[in-house]
């Protein structure tokens, strides 16, 4: 296999066939473990179904009782060009915040129709958040066209729906694909039952999508976690980009001291540098004042440091957010108290009306463009700059909010 890796989201409507989709790529890539389709084989018998490739990642008991998929996970198959990240993103309405969780760590989407139902509700709130959120890499399917006995203007009615909608906020997915993840077609290969589709397959299309830059070119993002005092002081923390030496003069945020790396520590080996992706602990040659939520980086492109965002937020709790309420805002490893000051626009997150300028409110499953004013700096970025200090989350006791940073002040 090539060592790089694409993250990619499938995204839709409850029911239209995700977990079937997800099943069938592993199944048709030969990727599941050994003995999991004879399991699952045996589990569609027990219940006297034909078999279900959605029951391949619907693996909780829970899970498979309901029909639906209450989490967001992640499995992994490869082509001849590369690996694969399949961040599988919850369609029933009640789990969008893991939705949002899983899409903003993707670098390409899957946005499935069932053929029957056509585009309906969740689809253009998904549709909405992948906008927000940024991707523009995106692969329309049609998906149980066997249902519609691989009727090619049923097809076209859908697509066509689904391309007015798209166009509205902006995303133009590079292939619309009409399949049959139950049966496979069009998914690893073309097959005979469409032969009016002249397009891709599945899987070729997605092997026509960019991985993101290597992360390790990017500039230092060195996130702590937490400190702890043994024989030496040690900074543990992730590296969300760049690399991280011994030597290295670092700078650290918000506070903005300054000093060097007198080692790297990685558990049970001697190492010099850690990369983008490696959570590592570091020793400096100062005794500076770090603590969890600082943001270490190195000379160049720095992040902001500032008490004022813009930002667009996707409300997800149930009870609205009113103006001049205090939340908390959790970004990396960072929390702080936090006010929303201005609701600058809310919209319909589903059929994209405008309900409201300057507004006092933002109700469940609406989408805001806010500014928010955090108590105390926090280190932040541009969301389409960087994605590690570009997202956010805001909440109550609970999660209440997800959200991408635009702008900075």
């Not at 006010?339 to 409110?361: M, Q």
Request: negative net charge; hydrophobic residues 40%; aromatic residues 6%.
């Amino acid at each position: 296999m090539n060592e790089e890796k694409l993250k990619f989201v499938i995204v839709g409507h409850v029911d239209h066939g995700k977990s079937t989709l997800i099943g069938r790529l592993l199944y048709d890539t030969n990727s599941l473990p050994e003995g999991k389709i004879e399991e699952i084989k045996q589990l569609c018998e027990s219940l006297g179904k034909d078999l279900e490739f959605g029951y391949v990642m619907d693996h909780l008991e829970d899970e498979r009782d309901q029909g639906i998929t209450i989490d967001t996970a992640q499995t992994f198959f490869g082509t001849a060009k590369r690996d694969y990240v399949i961040i599988d993103a919850p369609g029933h309405v009640e789990f969008v915040k893991n939705m949002i969780s899983g899409a903003s760590q993707a670098e390409a989407a899957v946005l499935i129709v069932d053929a029957e139902e056509g585009v309906k509700e969740q689809t253009k709130r998904h549709a909405y958040i992948l906008g927000m959120l940024g991707l523009s890499q995106v692969i329309a399917v049609i998906n149980k066209m066997d249902l519609v006995d691989f009727d090619r203007n049923r097809f076209e009615a859908v697509k066509k729906d689904l391309l007015d909608f798209l166009s509205n906020i902006n995303i133009k997915p590079s292939y619309v694909i009409p399949i049959s993840a139950k049966n496979g077609d069009f998914i690893a290969s073309k097959s005979g039952t469409m032969d009016w589709y002249k397009g891709p397959a599945l899987l070729e299309a997605l092997d026509t999508f960019r991985t993101r830059e290597n992360a390790n070119q990017n500039p230092l993002r060195f996130v702590v976690q937490d400190v702890y005092s043994f024989d030496k002081r040690i900074i543990a923390g992730r590296v969300e980009s760049g690399i991280i030496r011994k030597g290295d003069r670092i700078k650290v945020l918000p506070t903005g001291e300054e000093t060097r790396v007198k080692s790297v520590e990685e558990y049970l080996r001697k190492v010099t540098e850690a990369e983008a992706g490696k959570s590592i602990g570091i020793v400096t040659e100062d005794k500076l004042f770090i603590d969890r939520g600082n943001v270490i980086v190195s000379d160049g492109d720095m992040p902001a440091v500032t008490k004022r965002i813009k930002a667009n937020v996707f409300w997800m709790d149930r009870a609205p957010f009113k103006k001049g309420e205090s939340l908390t805002f959790r970004c990396a490893t960072q929390e702080v108290n936090c006010e929303i000051e201005k609701i600058s626009r809310v919209i319909n997150s589903s059929t994209l009306e405008l309900i409201a300028e300057d507004a006092d409110e933002i109700k469940n499953r609406e989408v805001a463009t806010i500014i928010i004013r955090t108590d105390k700096p926090v280190v932040v970025e541009n969301f389409n700059k960087m994605e590690e200090l570009g997202r956010f989350v805001l909440g109550r006791e609970d999660t209440c909010a997800g959200g991408i940073i635009t702008e900075l002040e």
